[in-house]
């Protein structure tokens, strides 16, 4: 059974740093990349970054760009998200999800229960 | 960015009704459009991929069409457990974007 359970979240400063983690279990981790996704309280879904199964390849939505770095240890089965210069409209839940492949599409096929990050002073 | 544009927002029905949700893309998106179910204080979950396959363990009354810029997610007979926020998805081209969402209400 595929399970992703996030940690890290909690309630930081402006201008502060927190740093993400899913732990993985249930699949061959190292074979499929991983996301981040957030909603802000009462919105909608954001896709946040990706990084590929080998960890070599990743990308941001332009409002974390050079601010947020998503990485994975293979060896631990987990994947992170480092956050900086935290502000206010980072406040969300945070989502990891799990890439699945299939019909010559991808997809996020299972996804934690997240973890909620709160930026306020 | 490619904008996905869900209509309508908010949806009134009953159940046994037939339930129709469009998902409009800024540019094509080729197959990889995924549709997702979320109930409040829940993740979401992956109802269709590649724009018309229904994932495993989805109910049949699920269905999923369209190509290029325009989807759709059909729901044929509501049922109690369906009502949600459905939220369409694009894997073609980064960054990654998701609809506005629908929330389905119960009339």
């Known amino acids: 059974e595929v399970q992703l359970l996030e940690s890290g979240g909690g309630l930081v400063q402006p201008g502060g740093s927190l740093k993400l983690s899913c732990a993985a279990s249930g699949f061959t981790f190292s074979t499929y990349a991983m996301s981040w996704v957030r909603q802000a309280p009462g919105k909608g879904l954001e896709w946040v970054s990706v990084?590929?199964?080998?960890?070599?390849?990743?990308f941001y939505t332009d409002s974390v760009k050079g601010r947020f770095t998503i990485s994975r240890d293979n060896s631990k089965n987990t994947v992170y998200l480092q956050m900086n210069s935290l502000r206010a409209d980072d406040t969300a839940v945070y989502y990891c999800?799990?890439?699945?492949?299939?019909?010559?599409?991808?997809?996020?096929?299972?996804w934690g229960q997240g973890t909620l990050v709160t930026v306020s002073s | 960015d490619i904008q996905l544009t869900q209509s309508p927002s908010f949806l009134s029905a009953s159940v046994g009704d037939r339930v129709t949700i469009t998902c409009r893309a800024s540019q094509g998106t080729s197959s990889y459009l995924a549709w997702y179910q979320q109930k409040p204080g829940k993740a979401p979950k992956l109802l269709i991929y590649s724009a018309s396959t229904l994932q495993s363990g989805v109910p049949s009354r699920f269905s999923g069409s369209g190509s290029g810029t325009e989807f759709t997610l059909t729901i044929s007979s509501l049922q109690p457990e369906d009502f949600a926020t459905y939220y369409c998805h694009q894997l073609s081209t980064y960054p990654l974007t998701f609809g506005g969402g629908t929330k389905v209400e119960i009339k």
């Open positions: 990084i590929s199964g080998r960890g070599d390849t990743t």
């Open positions: 999800a799990k890439w699945g492949y299939g019909s010559g599409s991808r997809y996020l096929d299972y």
